[in-house]
């Protein structure tokens, strides 16, 4: 018994404008996923400065919380790339000094910047109980 010859058509496979559409489908789904990736690794990085202009202004918040004593001043520096300002200011309680050698309270507020923009806006703020001046 032999196998009966196939008979080839015109049909068998795909034509050249076949392939060619599936080629151009191909390239505008990757091309869309390429943008989705992208806008989303831009959304890591601005995250990632956010996070790291944060991270500066609680370090710097800590500090002026652990000195014993906090002078109302105006400092700024650069620090990791990003420039900073802190302002310690007191808080007046109904318009009377404290008493000699009292704790005073004291508003801590700092501003962090980019990297290449100066701050400007308060970005953290508290309130800190320092000790009596030296």
Same mark, same amino acid.
């Given at each position: 018994?032999? @196998?009966?010859?196939?008979?080839?058509?015109? +049909?068998?496979?795909?034509? =050249?404008? +076949?392939? =060619?559409?599936?080629? @151009?489908?191909? @390239? #505008?789904?990757? #091309?869309? $996923? $390429? /943008?989705?990736?992208?806008?989303?690794?831009?959304?890591?990085?601005?995250?990632?400065?956010?996070?790291? /202009?944060?991270?500066?202004?609680?370090?710097?918040?800590?500090?002026?919380?652990?000195?014993?004593? #906090?002078?109302?001043?105006?400092?700024?520096?650069?620090?990791?790339?990003? @420039?900073?300002?802190? #302002?310690?200011?007191?808080? +007046?309680?109904?318009?009377?000094?404290?008493? +000699?050698?009292?704790? /005073?309270?004291?508003?801590?507020?700092? *501003?962090?910047?980019?990297?290449?923009?100066?701050?400007?806006?308060? =970005? =953290? *703020?508290?309130?800190?109980?320092?000790?009596?001046? /030296?």
């Amino acid at each position: 018994m032999s @196998a009966a010859p196939s008979k080839r058509s015109d +049909e068998d496979g795909f034509a =050249l404008a +076949e392939v =060619l559409v599936a080629f @151009a489908i191909l @390239a #505008l789904v990757t #091309l869309a $996923m $390429m /943008r989705a990736f992208g806008g989303s690794t831009a959304s890591v990085a601005a995250v990632a400065r956010s996070d790291a /202009r944060l991270d500066l202004a609680e370090r710097i918040l800590e500090r002026a919380r652990a000195a014993p004593w #906090l002078a109302p001043a105006r400092r700024q520096g650069v620090e990791d790339g990003l @420039a900073w300002w802190s #302002l310690v200011e007191p808080v +007046e309680g109904a318009g009377l000094p404290p008493p +000699e050698g009292a704790k /005073r309270l004291v508003r801590v507020t700092v *501003g962090v910047g980019g990297k290449s923009t100066p701050a400007t806006a308060p =970005l =953290l *703020g508290t309130l800190v109980l320092t000790g009596a001046p /030296r």
